[in-house]
């Protein structure tokens, strides 16, 4: 037991698994962000922030 886990632990796991799930949708989709979006039940302004906050684009 060398190191503690990070503050922001949840975080940190939460955005690795939101990023891999956008990037599969993406690719599922054809990059079509409108319809990936609707697969995630988010609005298509949130998936380009989201986009963006991972560095997907």
């Known amino acids: ?7 922001n ?5 939460t955005g690795e698994v ?3 799930l956008i990037e ?4 599922h989709t054809g990059n079509n962000q409108s ?3 609707e697969i995630l039940g988010m609005t298509r302004t949130t998936l380009r922030s ?8």
């Open 35 to 37: 319809r990936a979006a």
């Open 24 to 27: 599969t949708v993406l690719a």
């Open 50 to 57: 989201r986009i963006r906050r991972y560095q997907l684009d």
């Open 18 to 20: 939101e990023k891999a």
């Open 9 to 13: 632990l949840h975080a940190v796991i």
């Open 1 to 7: 037991m060398g190191s503690t886990p990070p503050d």
